[in-house]
């Protein structure tokens, strides 16, 4: 804790706001950081959601971690917020007092004078990675995960989803195979064709398109700021 001392000696003039007046024992309490105005004025100025801030951990609890941005402005990143990569159970595991890190800023409520942070934003996540590497009418390989209605959800990559609308081909919903060895197989196969861009075309694009497939598909959106990405049947 800082001590008056610390800032102050004896002969500094400076400016202060009246805090209260003691009239019975002839004092008045005065506040030096109040004359210098509203710390989250100014950051609520310069400050808006998606800013990339740094600043040192200054408190842990069970549910995040906060730091400080500035003089009397502190910012919290919840422990959900702190990781995309693994599910971190107290925020202890990752940060510690004192420790710098960088945030991105999800949302500023002066009047609460709460700011919600998140660390993970600022790191890419494969979907982001996936996204940058490509681009729309690129033809790509992709396991189909769920097949119904006129969509259908396939998958591109570990963690990477797609939505394919289903026109030509009609959805067959099939239940996921249980033997350990085919899974195995069709997850080694899917690894290997990922990024070559190529896969079996088990058939014209008017078959069944059924769960456990795996096909080519051609990327007709890519959404980066939603992180979504369209297909359909390549």
């Known amino acids: 804790m800082r001590i008056a001392s610390d800032v102050l000696k004896s002969g500094d003039r400076v400016e202060a706001v009246i805090l209260g007046v003691n009239v019975a024992e002839r004092r008045i309490s005065l506040g030096l950081k109040q004359a210098l105005g509203d710390p989250w004025e100014e950051v609520a100025q310069r400050v808006v959601p998606g800013t990339a801030v740094e600043g040192p951990v200054v408190s842990i609890t069970n549910f995040g971690a906060f730091l400080k941005l500035a003089d009397g402005v502190e910012g919290m990143v919840h422990v959900s917020e702190i990781s995309a990569e693994k ?21 500023i409520d002066k009047e609460k004078r709460q700011m919600r942070l998140s660390m993970k934003q600022l790191v890419p996540s494969s979907l982001d990675e996936y996204i940058a590497e490509h681009k729309e009418g690129d033809v790509v390989t992709g396991r189909v995960i769920q097949a119904s209605g006129k969509e259908a959800r396939v998958e591109l990559g570990e963690g990477i989803q797609a939505s394919c609308r289903v026109s030509g081909a009609i959805a067959e919903k099939r239940e996921p195979q249980s033997a350990g060895a085919d899974l195995s197989a069709l997850t080694s196969m899917l690894s290997a064709r990922w990024k070559g861009g190529s896969a079996p075309t088990s058939g014209s694009q008017s078959e069944n398109l059924a769960a456990g497939q795996i096909r080519s598909f051609r990327i007709t959106k890519l959404d980066r700021e939603a992180k979504q990405i369209s297909l359909e049947l390549g």
């Not at 599910?87 to 949302?107: M, Y």
């Open 87 to 107: 599910r971190i159970n107290h925020p202890r595991d990752v940060l510690k007092v004192g420790q710098v890190v960088k945030a991105q800023v999800l949302a």
